[in-house]
């Protein structure tokens, strides 16, 4: 791991203890305290809200990034809270705010985002106007960037708005089965020791999840490099 790697995962860090800290302290001011409680119980205690805890959660998301909260980490905790009936949460929840930053780069600030994804729009741009529907779901399946600045610079390319959300639902399947499965291990480890193993299996998953993402990423990166230098000897 070079220095800008750990630089990258310090912030990440720093950010999700900050994010953790705030919903503590906002959870204690409106009188809700998870401190003295079981992870059953939390369940349990969220569950008991009925449809309404779904729709805070499909809300929360949408104001996420507003608190730079990773979306990683929201789908882990969708995972924690409702095992695979997460996954429908996770998949409204997302399409929509895939849908409205969308937007917000293509017609309402479209200038703001150009400068404020500058360094990667250019380049996932051209990418995407290759092959538009594989480009997007392979930059879902393989994110070189947080997902929201992903939203953000494919509203800046010409990419057709059912090209992009059907692209978005086939990428981001695999990475949400993994986080959702990491989510519900963990839930289950804490509330039985003896399923340790499938702990073990979901951290197996990511690190085959991760190799994948880096292989394909180094294979496409080989590719591009390729055809640079096919397009610049035909003009030699």
Not at 59 to 83: D, E, H, K, N
Request: glycine share 4%.
């Amino acid at each position: 791991m070079n220095k800008d790697d750990r630089r990258k995962l310090w912030v990440k860090v720093v950010i999700f203890m900050a994010c953790a800290i705030v919903i503590f302290v906002a959870l204690r001011l409106i009188g809700i305290n998870y401190s003295d409680m079981s992870v059953a119980q939390i369940k349990a205690s969220i569950k008991s809200y009925g449809a309404w805890a779904p729709l805070a959660y499909i809300l929360l998301f949408q104001i996420r990034p507003l608190i730079l909260f990773p979306s990683t980490m929201a789908l882990v905790a969708a995972g924690v809270i409702w095992g695979w009936e997460a996954l429908i949460y996770i998949y409204v929840a997302s399409i929509i705010c895939a849908t409205w930053q969308f937007f917000i780069a293509r017609y309402i600030a479209r200038d703001a985002v150009e400068k404020m994804v500058n360094a990667k729009a250019e380049e996932i741009k051209k990418y995407v106007e290759k092959n538009s529907l594989v480009s997007v779901i392979l930059i879902r399946m393989i994110p070189n960037v947080a997902w929201d600045i992903q939203n953000l610079i494919l509203g800046l390319t010409k990419i057709k708005y059912w090209k992009y959300i059907l692209g978005t639902i086939i990428g981001m399947l695999p990475g949400s089965i993994v986080l959702v499965y990491f989510g519900d291990s963990f839930v289950s480890v804490l509330l039985n020791p003896q399923h340790w193993w499938k702990m073990v299996l979901a951290v197996l998953v990511l690190g085959v999840i991760y190799w994948l993402q880096k292989y394909i990423r180094d294979k496409e990166s080989k590719k591009e490099i390729k055809d640079a230098y096919r397009y610049d000897d035909q003009y030699l």
